[in-house]
């Protein structure tokens, strides 16, 4: 089966709080709240290198995302 890249997630521990999962490589959920991004894959060294560039795209294209997703709902 084949899943979205990006899917909308909410947890009544968290009511205040809306996460975006990324299920391609490298999987993550985001904190749409504030941006903390929890990692689901062991990296590298050169992976880490590369990491914080990479996940400044990451952040952006998954809170585009959620912006569209929200804006299609309305």
Known sequence: M?????????????PEVVFVV???????ILNVTND????????????E?????EAENFV????EFYDREVERSE
């Open 49 to 53: 290198e590369l990491l914080p560039k």
């Open 60 to 63: 952006k294209e998954a809170l």
């Open 22 to 28: 990324h299920t391609e490589f490298p999987r993550f």
């Open 2 to 14: 084949s899943l979205p890249k990006y899917l909308i997630a909410d947890n009544s521990d968290f």
């Open 36 to 47: 903390e991004i929890q990692w689901f894959e062991d990296f590298s060294e050169e992976d």
